[in-house]
């Protein structure tokens, strides 16, 4: 199947700083990709769409200003974390897409953020 | 999402034995049903997928059921080893995304 990196596997900030995570995908090209969070013991929710070349597609109720993305090119998203605050600590996972071809999508290894 | 529902938040099954993850949707356009294998602090891992053409699919210890009138699934997962306790979903995409339900926790009992 398709690989997708994500690195930090974890990171630990101070509050107020800026923390920026990146999804590769390894062998395969996406115009867009997808950011989940998931917090403890919940399921993954979807946070936004990450579309290359254009802005991100956020869901409802997430802070666009706060989680920054960027696809600048075919094989790069890139999650930042905002002026961190504690109540940011959480799990990230990035996604490509699915396709016809390829009805599932495949998932970073995920990143660990504890904001302290 | 609760256009799928996943009724049962745990399970535990005695390892040898098997188990059977339920899945309920509403939604008869779906054309593909997901099911995704997630342990603690991992992205999830595919696991097996069903057309909506198909009323079973099997891969190794694997099996997924498709019930289009009952607008049900179910994963059987068959010997149960310890390594297969993890959270399990089941997600039709959405497009070109996936959309996470709460999922089943199970635990494989020694």
Known sequence: ?116 | DQQVKQNSPSLSVQEGRISILNCDYTNSMFDYFLWYKKYPAEGPTFLISISSIKDKNEDGRFTVFLNKSAKHLSLHIVPSQPGDSAVYFCAPPRYDKIIFGKGTRLHILP
């Open chain 1, 1 to 116: 199947g398709a690989v997708v990196s994500q690195h930090p596997s974890w990171v630990i900030c101070k509050s107020g700083t800026s923390v920026k995570i990146e999804c590769r995908s390894l062998d395969f090209q996406a115009t867009t990709m997808f950011w989940y969070r998931q917090f403890p013991k919940q399921s993954l929710m979807l946070m936004a769409t990450s579309n290359e070349g254009s802005k991100a597609t956020y869901e409802q109720g997430v802070e666009k200003d706060k989680f920054l993305i960027n696809h600048a090119s075919l094989t790069l998203s890139t999650l930042t974390v905002t002026s961190a605050h504690p109540e940011d600590s959480s799990f990230y996972i990035c996604s490509g897409p699915t396709s016809r071809t390829n009805t599932e999508a495949f998932f970073g290894q995920g990143t660990r953020l504890t904001v302290v």
